[in-house]
C-alpha cells in the first residue's frame, strides 16, 4: 500500500477515535473508554502523518 494512501486512512481512523471519544464523554464521563479512544486516536494520528511525510520525501528525492 502507498504511504500516502495509508497516511490518509490512519488520519481517518484518528479522526473516527476522536469523534467517538467525546460521545463517550458527553454520555458518560472521562472514563478508562475515553482514555483509550483518545490513545489510539493519538497514534493514528502520529502515524498517519509519518506516512504522509514519508511520501512527501520519498517524492522529492525521485526528482534529484
Given amino acids: ?10 488520519c ?7 469523534f467517538f471519544a467525546i460521545q463517550q464523554v458527553n454520555i458518560n464521563g472521562w472514563s478508562f473508554f475515553a ?3 483518545i490513545f ?3 497514534i493514528d ?4 502523518f ?3 511525510t514519508l511520501h512527501f520525501k520519498q517524492k522529492s528525492q525521485q526528482k534529484k
Fill in 12 to 18: 481517518l481512523l484518528g479522526t473516527l477515535f476522536t
Fill in 45 to 48: 494520528y502520529g502515524s498517519g
Fill in 35 to 37: 482514555y483509550m479512544l
Fill in 40 to 42: 489510539l486516536a493519538t
Fill in 1 to 10: 500500500m502507498r504511504p500516502l494512501l495509508s497516511g490518509v486512512v490512519y
Fill in 50 to 52: 509519518r506516512l504522509i
